[in-house]
């Protein structure tokens, strides 16, 4: 079965730090990948995403994702980070016959002032 | 405004009595979709549907129940038979094909089972 992995669960940043939250996901077929963020108390919503084509994508407030196929990964990062950032990070998959979205567990970033 | 909307925002109900939580999208979507998310455990599938009158276990669906009769509307019953029915439910909607197009999120209904 596809699963999905985020190693970090917590993350605390100081504004300006860099961040690289990390994704991993388990299916050996062809994979379409998203990051989704959860501001407090907001819908939760689509950060970035990958089809094909350029494994660098580039999303809305400044993050990027890189896809590395042969480390089944796809890593979110930003260059620097804003208090504004502070909120609930999710990567999921969806790949093989079952078309269903697939979530990893959530990475919490606080970002301090 | 197109959007989808979850009602209520909280919602407390006593243990062993069903309780229906609403979802409606005016974004024209054919697919529908209900996840649970928990502390630690992210969002996990219940149920979805992709079409009216149409629906399909998730990898939770133990002791919930959805209907289709509405391309706008998908609610969700939580039955009696959940055994830990406490926590934050989303619904989501999708254009239908290709599947792996973006979903679209409502704010969600916490429900707490006393």
């Known amino acids: 079965a596809q699963s999905v992995s985020q190693h970090n669960h917590h993350v605390i940043l100081s504004e300006a730090a860099s961040l690289e939250l990390g994704c991993n996901y388990s299916y050996g077929g062809t994979v379409n990948l998203f990051w989704y963020v959860q501001y407090p108390g907001q819908h939760l919503q689509l950060l970035l995403k990958y089809f094909s084509g350029d494994p660098l994508v580039k999303g809305i407030k400044g993050f990027e994702a890189e896809f590395i196929k042969s480390k089944f990964s796809f890593n979110l990062r930003k260059p620097s980070v804003q208090w504004s950032d502070t909120a609930e990070y999710f990567c999921?998959?969806?790949?093989?016959?079952?078309?269903?979205?697939?979530f990893g567990t959530g990475t919490l970033l606080a970002v301090q002032p | 405004d197109g959007g989808i909307t979850q009602s209520p925002k909280y919602l407390f109900r006593k243990e062993g009595q069903n309780v229906t939580l609403s979802c409606e999208q005016n974004?024209?979507?054919?697919?529908m979709y209900w996840y649970r998310q928990d502390p630690g455990q992210g969002l996990r599938l219940i149920y979805y549907?992709?079409?009216?009158?149409?629906?399909q276990k998730g990898d939770i669906a133990e002791g919930y129940s959805v209907s289709r009769e509405k391309k706008e509307s998908f609610p969700l019953t939580v039955t009696s038979a959940q055994k830990n029915p406490t926590a934050f439910y989303l619904c989501a909607s999708s254009i239908r094909e290709p599947s792996y197009n973006e979903q679209f999120f409502g704010p969600g209904t916490r429900l707490t089972v006393l």
């Open positions: 974004l024209n979507h054919d697919a």
């Open positions: 549907s992709q079409i009216v009158n149409d629906f």
């Open positions: 999921a998959v969806i790949g093989g016959a079952t078309n269903k979205l697939i």
